[in-house]
């Protein structure tokens, strides 16, 4: 896996080329390639096991290649928002907790936080919906709820590439509603952002989209 600055399209913040993925003795990507810019949203369709989760691992850094390439712009921020089933539900912290943790990029985790991070933290819990749970524990929150938390936290960090894994599935129309919406603030603010999901109809006009069929492009 390489890291290169040196991307002819100023706006591209990820390359992926001719990836190729092995787990566990399965193929689960197949020679993929795939392009992330800066203000606009990519959309990974496929069924269950079709490779769009391990893809979001690879533009992550989290899984490194079998074979091919990843090429990043040199200083990318980025942002991972699991889906809400990755968050226990027992963590004894709040709403502005959890969003307050996109900070620590920037202040560390220990680093107080001063008046401007506190009000940066307030906006985003705003905008995704949440101001009359701020104070609540995440666990007392529906799964829509705690989805919209992550994706706040995601706001705070001001990341240049936002990958969101099944950002809507199984939540409700409110908070499928606020959360196409804060994809929409995402791009406008100029963050490449890759959404997987299994039906494009959640999403309001994606970009781009790329269709996964058992590991390889359909």
């Not at 560390?108 to 985003?124: E, S």
């Not at 099944?166 to 959360?179: F, N, Q, T």
């Amino acid at each position: 896996m390489t890291d290169s600055p040196l991307l002819l399209d100023t706006t591209r913040v990820l390359t992926v080329h001719d990836v190729h993925v092995v787990r566990d003795g399965h193929v689960a990507l197949r020679g993929i390639d795939a392009v992330a810019h800066a203000g606009r949203l990519l959309a990974v369709v496929g069924a269950n096991g079709s490779g769009k989760s391990t893809l979001l691992e690879v533009a992550a850094g989290l899984l490194v290649p079998s074979r091919g390439e990843v090429r990043r712009r040199e200083g990318l921020r980025i942002a991972f928002v699991p889906q809400t089933t990755a968050l226990p539900a027992h963590l004894p912290l709040t709403v502005t907790d959890i969003v307050a943790m996109g900070m620590w990029g920037r202040l560390g985790a220990w680093r107080r936080a001063r008046r401007a991070d506190r009000a940066a933290v307030a906006d985003a819990v705003d905008a995704v919906g949440l101001r009359p749970h701020a104070a609540r524990r995440i666990g007392a929150l529906s799964g829509g709820q705690r989805q919209r938390a992550l994706l706040a936290q995601a706001l705070v960090q001001r990341a240049d590439l936002v990958l969101l894994d099944e950002p809507m599935a199984g939540l409700d129309a409110r908070s499928r509603e606020i959360i196409a919406g804060t994809i929409g603030r995402l791009t406008a603010d100029g963050a490449a952002v890759i959404v997987v999901t299994h039906d494009l109809g959640e999403l309001h006009g994606a970009d781009e989209v790329l269709t996964l069929h058992e590991g390889r492009a359909a």
